[in-house]
């Protein structure tokens, strides 16, 4: 029986070696992947000052009535279970981001979550997601979501909103005239400049 010649086994001993390492990158990457985009998020955020049933309060009215500065809710489901103080929300946003040289983008983001108001003192507010997403994303929404509990939570009432918000109408602080529309100035008195 021939012996097998050594220089035809030593390429196929490269190309299966060189696809192992190949194979073993990939995988690498795909982990990577996995572990940075992660399954499900959860955080959670104390409100010490405030009793427990005006922070379900604030919970359920941002949850009812959201608003975001540069998103327009297209949609917003909830459902509301006073009994375990849950509130599961799907909500839909969009936006259009238009930039100079470019031509106008849509973006649009699907969220799932549930905020829980905890039985304990201090009143903790757990906000979490079962889906997919780049944990970045998600504890932007979470602080969004909380920031919104904490300005209902100084009101308690109907929506205002802030001075100056450009999504709310309400005119800056100041920037009103004085003087009513029609109002005619002094007349300056001989040799003195009229006030602008």
């Known amino acids: 029986m021939p ?3 050594t220089d035809s086994v030593r390429p196929i001993r490269a190309a299966t070696a060189l696809l192992a390492n190949r194979y073993a990158r990939v995988c690498f990457a795909l982990l990577t992947v996995v572990a940075m985009t992660g399954c499900g998020h959860s955080q959670a955020c104390q409100f010490d000052d405030y009793p427990r049933d005006d922070v379900w309060m604030a919970v359920v ?5 959201p608003r975001y500065p540069d998103w327009i809710v297209v949609e917003n489901k909830l459902k509301v279970d006073d009994a375990a103080r849950r509130v599961t929300v799907y909500r839909d946003l969009r936006r ?4 100079p040289g ?7 983001l699907q969220w799932r979550f549930s905020a829980v108001v905890s039985a304990q003192s ?3 507010v757990t906000f979490s997601s079962p889906d997919w997403a780049v944990p970045a994303h998600f504890w932007k929404e979470a602080d969004h979501f909380f920031g919104q509990v ?3 939570l100084g009101e308690l009432g109907p929506v205002r909103p802030v001075p100056g ?3 709310g109408g309400a005119p800056a602080e100041g920037s009103r005239d004085p003087n009513t529309p029609g109002h005619m100035s002094e007349k300056p008195a001989e040799g003195q ?3 602008p």
Do not use: G, K
């Open 3 to 5: 012996e097998p010649r």
């Open 61 to 65: 009215q941002a949850s009812r009535a």
């Open 96 to 99: 259009d981001l238009v930039e």
């Open 102 to 108: 470019l031509s106008p983008q849509r973006e649009e």
């Open 122 to 124: 201090p009143t903790t």
């Open 150 to 152: 904490r300005m209902r």
């Open 165 to 167: 918000d450009p999504m």
């Open 193 to 195: 400049l009229a006030a």
